[in-house]
């Protein structure tokens, strides 16, 4: 019997010393939706906050893109087994924020005592992710859409570089195209809604939906299918059927094309600086987004994705939270994500550190976003969108317009058909959450 | 009833899960329809007591249960409600949900194009896989790797097949893409609403073939012999013996295999609608049961992916029922 009871004593030994070792450190969970190499560097950014304190471990899970993670997020919430950080893209805002599951990053971040000052934080990062000035989130990954451009086709095509503005860029696409350097002089992102449209609207100072975009309340209606967005689809309509701009469909990443030499140009999210770093094999540069003449450009918005407190946690929990909130808006690890990702640095002293430390100027495309982003002081038009069921609203614009690609429809009734569509998800949206924000 | 048993065991023998809900359904369907010859003799006689049907049953019955009747009453209730994606709201809407559906233009063209995807594909799987059958059953040689060679792509993901074939068919990059635009043909399912929807086509056939085969395999094996060999002697090809005797012959399997994959096209193709083209472009391949996957799933709007769950679960009734009632009229079931 002896021996026995020794095993078993040495077992109950073992397991409280695991279970002394488990208490020391709070475990959170935290969902993202970072793949590929942008995963990798989510991994490393979460090693560096466990190893540089003893109290608390992040575990970061991958649960694949945005889509699958909010799905995920909202079958957990609802099992009441959600993660206490979830990683959630900025369409997604005012579901999460109305969604009646999370606890605001200002209120978490006062009660722990570590309160964010977003007077530091860039102003279009911001606008997008506060209400009334206090964060509902916390701003993660960054990003705003830049014009990348293979420098070798634009020089045997005779060009310096792109044009700015659209009056000057389309006829180089076109030239790039009629002189036979490239069969595709441009190809159309997968997120145009965002990076031609929206960003349009800021850039050109011209309103997407009434009530400041929707800032100002739910009861906001579209009105992009009117003025200068309705050129803005007849252009990229003449683009792609005349064969200048390409769609690269199913099966390849419009990314690829690009950094294959295929196509001269894109308008992506500057978090493709990842891609085509690894990948271009040729003279390639990237330059601001295009304007229309004669406008004065504002700033962009931004896209990528901010982190969500959920609900339903205890203290020492939400303690371990704020505390790699409080990290994440440190400047050192702001700089490293910044230049390891391609992300934006949220707050102007990250960017300030990595001016002063020399990286625009081996690195001068990086800078291009965070000029672009803060130039100027963001107008009605330029602070960011705030629309309800953005996710149903998205798929239909995009359905419109490409219909209108296709010559389906007209450019004008397929605008009309997405303004329609459009608001009608935004009443139903005023209608489920009347009397919220 | 003899007749009926041997047609019952083909092509469950081969394999078919599917084959459990025929017959009761068949009988319930058929019943004064005058082809109800009595089948009362195999019932009662085989279980006095009602303990051991019912724990056979109650496996199967609890799996239903859990992935089909709560499923289905939870969407029944859902498309009658507007809610918030995380529960935090529910409202009563009646039938706000339907009559939304319903106005919108953009559900009738997925009618539509769902119409034409089923019917292409039934007609392009059930052919080819009949075409392969014939010709596998008179190969001698090498029989059984070419019958593994067909079976194969079954077991290949939906996703990853549709991932292969967009890949294959990109106007840009893909080698069968390059090859039909080398041939002078204008490819580009990213800007031709009939390629995309040939697109699709393609993948949920060559997905559903093997499926079509096996079974049609298993049945011309069951053609009796003796009245191929007559028919022979009478100096009919092998063609003609094909289309006389065995096709006539197999016509139980056939319908069989017409509504599977009526049901296939419907409900289980979502997969590959979102890996070939996402349902564009403009919504082009955007079939009813991509729709109901991508307004509940991506575009988080619940009540109306329910209310459409719940009319596709309609549809998917009167579409056996009135295949049972009448297209089974003119299956001929007697050997």
Redesign the interface.
């Given at each position: 019997m002896r021996p026995f009871y020794g095993v078993l004593a040495g077992a109950g030994a073992m397991l409280l010393a695991g279970m002394s070792s488990a208490q020391a450190a709070t475990e959170i969970e935290f969902w993202h939706a970072m793949s590929g190499a942008l995963g990798e560097r989510v991994d490393e950014v979460v090693k560096r906050f466990n190893d540089s304190q003893k109290d608390y471990v992040v575990k970061a899970i991958a649960k694949g893109n945005y889509d699958e993670v909010l799905n995920g997020t909202i079958a957990a919430y609802r099992a009441k087994r959600q993660p206490e950080i979830v990683q959630s893209n900025e369409r997604s805002f005012l579901t999460m924020v109305n969604s009646g599951a999370i606890v605001s990053t200002a209120e978490l971040m006062e009660q722990q005592g570590l309160p964010v000052d977003t007077s530091k934080f860039i102003a279009p990062v911001v606008s997008y992710f506060a209400i009334n000035g206090k964060l509902q989130a916390m701003p993660f990954n960054s990003s705003t859409p830049i014009l990348f451009y293979n420098r070798d086709h634009f020089k045997a095509a005779g060009f310096e570089k792109p044009g700015a503005t659209w009056q000057e860029l389309e006829p180089q696409l076109d030239a790039i195209k009629a002189k036979g350097v490239s069969k595709c002089a441009m190809v159309l992102p997968g997120d145009y809604e965002w990076s031609f449209l929206e960003n349009y609207s800021a850039v050109n100072d011209i309103p997407y939906a009434t009530k400041r975009n929707g800032m100002d309340g739910l009861d906001t209606n579209f009105v992009f299918n009117k003025g200068k967005l309705v050129g803005q689809v007849e252009r990229m309509k003449r683009l792609v059927s005349s064969g200048v701009m390409q769609l690269a469909g199913q099966g390849i990443i419009p990314i690829q094309l690009f950094t294959s030499g295929e196509c001269s140009t894109i308008i992506a999210s500057t978090a493709s600086h990842a891609a085509v770093v690894a990948a271009a094999k040729f003279d390639w540069s990237a330059t601001e987004l295009p304007y229309e003449q004669g406008v004065t450009p504002r700033n962009s918005v931004i896209g990528g994705a901010a982190l969500w407190t959920l609900k339903g946690h205890t203290p020492e929990k939400y303690k371990a939270v704020a505390a790699f909130y409080d990290f994440l808006a440190k400047t050192d690890t702001q700089v490293w994500w910044h230049q390891a990702t391609g992300y934006v640095p949220v707050t102007t002293a990250a960017y300030d550190a990595a001016k002063a430390q020399g990286y625009y100027q081996k690195n001068p495309t990086r800078e291009i976003a965070v000029v672009q982003l803060m130039r100027g002081t963001p107008s009605d038009n330029s602070l960011g969108f705030r629309i309800g069921n953005s996710n149903q609203i998205n798929v239909a614009i995009m359905e419109e317009v490409s219909a209108a690609f296709l010559g389906k429809k007209p450019v004008q009734q397929a605008l009309d058909d997405a303004v329609s569509r459009g608001n009608e998800a935004l009443r139903r949206y005023e209608q489920l959450n009347a009397g919220k924000k | 009833m003899p007749a009926r048993s041997d047609t019952a065991t083909l092509p469950a023998a081969a394999g078919g899960g599917g084959l459990r809900l025929r017959w009761p359904l068949r009988r319930l369907l058929l019943k004064g329809t005058g082809d109800a010859q009595s089948e009362s003799g195999l019932k009662r006689a085989h279980f006095r007591d009602w303990r051991l049907p019912f724990w056979l049953l109650a496996p199967q019955l609890f799996i239903l249960l859990l992935f089909f009747f709560i499923p289905s009453i939870r969407a029944l209730i859902q498309a009658f409600q507007?809610?918030?994606?995380?529960?935090?709201?529910t409202?009563w809407v009646g039938f706000q949900n339907f009559e939304?559906l319903f106005r919108s233009s953009?559900y009738w063209s997925s009618a539509q194009v769902t119409l034409i995807f089923t019917i292409a594909q039934n007609v392009l799987t059930l052919s080819l896989a009949l075409l392969l059958a014939f010709a596998s059953n008179h190969i001698l040689r090498g029989r059984g790797a070419y019958r593994t060679v067909l079976l194969l792509p079954y077991a290949i993901a939906p996703a990853i097949a549709g991932?292969m074939?967009?890949?294959?068919?990109?106007?840009?990059?893909?080698p069968v893409a390059h090859m039909l635009q080398g041939l002078g043909f204008d490819w580009d399912?990213?800007?031709?609403?009939w390629h995309a929807l040939a697109l699709i086509v393609m993948a949920a056939s060559w997905k559903h073939i093997c499926y079509n085969y096996i079974f049609l395999v298993a049945a011309l094996l069951s053609v009796p012999q003796s009245i191929l060999e007559s028919a022979y002697l009478d100096g009919a090809g092998p063609i003609q013996r094909f289309l006389r005797i065995s096709l006539p012959m197999i016509t139980p399997t056939l319908f069989f295999l017409i509504v599977i994959n009526f049901v296939y096209g419907l409900f289980e193709t979502f997969a590959i609608v979102d890996?070939?083209?996402?349902g564009?472009?403009?919504?082009?391949t955007s079939i009813l049961v991509y729709k109901v996957y991508?307004?509940g799933?991506?575009?988080?709007?619940l009540g109306s992916s329910a209310a459409q769950s719940v009319v596709l679960m309609a549809l998917a009734l009167f579409l056996t029922f009135a295949q049972f009632r009448f297209v089974e009229r003119r299956v001929n079931y007697s050997v």
């Amino acid at each position: 019997m002896r021996p026995f009871y020794g095993v078993l004593a040495g077992a109950g030994a073992m397991l409280l010393a695991g279970m002394s070792s488990a208490q020391a450190a709070t475990e959170i969970e935290f969902w993202h939706a970072m793949s590929g190499a942008l995963g990798e560097r989510v991994d490393e950014v979460v090693k560096r906050f466990n190893d540089s304190q003893k109290d608390y471990v992040v575990k970061a899970i991958a649960k694949g893109n945005y889509d699958e993670v909010l799905n995920g997020t909202i079958a957990a919430y609802r099992a009441k087994r959600q993660p206490e950080i979830v990683q959630s893209n900025e369409r997604s805002f005012l579901t999460m924020v109305n969604s009646g599951a999370i606890v605001s990053t200002a209120e978490l971040m006062e009660q722990q005592g570590l309160p964010v000052d977003t007077s530091k934080f860039i102003a279009p990062v911001v606008s997008y992710f506060a209400i009334n000035g206090k964060l509902q989130a916390m701003p993660f990954n960054s990003s705003t859409p830049i014009l990348f451009y293979n420098r070798d086709h634009f020089k045997a095509a005779g060009f310096e570089k792109p044009g700015a503005t659209w009056q000057e860029l389309e006829p180089q696409l076109d030239a790039i195209k009629a002189k036979g350097v490239s069969k595709c002089a441009m190809v159309l992102p997968g997120d145009y809604e965002w990076s031609f449209l929206e960003n349009y609207s800021a850039v050109n100072d011209i309103p997407y939906a009434t009530k400041r975009n929707g800032m100002d309340g739910l009861d906001t209606n579209f009105v992009f299918n009117k003025g200068k967005l309705v050129g803005q689809v007849e252009r990229m309509k003449r683009l792609v059927s005349s064969g200048v701009m390409q769609l690269a469909g199913q099966g390849i990443i419009p990314i690829q094309l690009f950094t294959s030499g295929e196509c001269s140009t894109i308008i992506a999210s500057t978090a493709s600086h990842a891609a085509v770093v690894a990948a271009a094999k040729f003279d390639w540069s990237a330059t601001e987004l295009p304007y229309e003449q004669g406008v004065t450009p504002r700033n962009s918005v931004i896209g990528g994705a901010a982190l969500w407190t959920l609900k339903g946690h205890t203290p020492e929990k939400y303690k371990a939270v704020a505390a790699f909130y409080d990290f994440l808006a440190k400047t050192d690890t702001q700089v490293w994500w910044h230049q390891a990702t391609g992300y934006v640095p949220v707050t102007t002293a990250a960017y300030d550190a990595a001016k002063a430390q020399g990286y625009y100027q081996k690195n001068p495309t990086r800078e291009i976003a965070v000029v672009q982003l803060m130039r100027g002081t963001p107008s009605d038009n330029s602070l960011g969108f705030r629309i309800g069921n953005s996710n149903q609203i998205n798929v239909a614009i995009m359905e419109e317009v490409s219909a209108a690609f296709l010559g389906k429809k007209p450019v004008q009734q397929a605008l009309d058909d997405a303004v329609s569509r459009g608001n009608e998800a935004l009443r139903r949206y005023e209608q489920l959450n009347a009397g919220k924000k | 009833m003899p007749a009926r048993s041997d047609t019952a065991t083909l092509p469950a023998a081969a394999g078919g899960g599917g084959l459990r809900l025929r017959w009761p359904l068949r009988r319930l369907l058929l019943k004064g329809t005058g082809d109800a010859q009595s089948e009362s003799g195999l019932k009662r006689a085989h279980f006095r007591d009602w303990r051991l049907p019912f724990w056979l049953l109650a496996p199967q019955l609890f799996i239903l249960l859990l992935f089909f009747f709560i499923p289905s009453i939870r969407a029944l209730i859902q498309a009658f409600q507007l809610t918030d994606p995380f529960g935090a709201t529910t409202q009563w809407v009646g039938f706000q949900n339907f009559e939304r559906l319903f106005r919108s233009s953009v559900y009738w063209s997925s009618a539509q194009v769902t119409l034409i995807f089923t019917i292409a594909q039934n007609v392009l799987t059930l052919s080819l896989a009949l075409l392969l059958a014939f010709a596998s059953n008179h190969i001698l040689r090498g029989r059984g790797a070419y019958r593994t060679v067909l079976l194969l792509p079954y077991a290949i993901a939906p996703a990853i097949a549709g991932i292969m074939l967009a890949f294959l068919f990109n106007p840009r990059v893909g080698p069968v893409a390059h090859m039909l635009q080398g041939l002078g043909f204008d490819w580009d399912p990213n800007r031709n609403s009939w390629h995309a929807l040939a697109l699709i086509v393609m993948a949920a056939s060559w997905k559903h073939i093997c499926y079509n085969y096996i079974f049609l395999v298993a049945a011309l094996l069951s053609v009796p012999q003796s009245i191929l060999e007559s028919a022979y002697l009478d100096g009919a090809g092998p063609i003609q013996r094909f289309l006389r005797i065995s096709l006539p012959m197999i016509t139980p399997t056939l319908f069989f295999l017409i509504v599977i994959n009526f049901v296939y096209g419907l409900f289980e193709t979502f997969a590959i609608v979102d890996a070939t083209t996402r349902g564009g472009p403009a919504g082009a391949t955007s079939i009813l049961v991509y729709k109901v996957y991508q307004d509940g799933f991506v575009t988080l709007d619940l009540g109306s992916s329910a209310a459409q769950s719940v009319v596709l679960m309609a549809l998917a009734l009167f579409l056996t029922f009135a295949q049972f009632r009448f297209v089974e009229r003119r299956v001929n079931y007697s050997v």
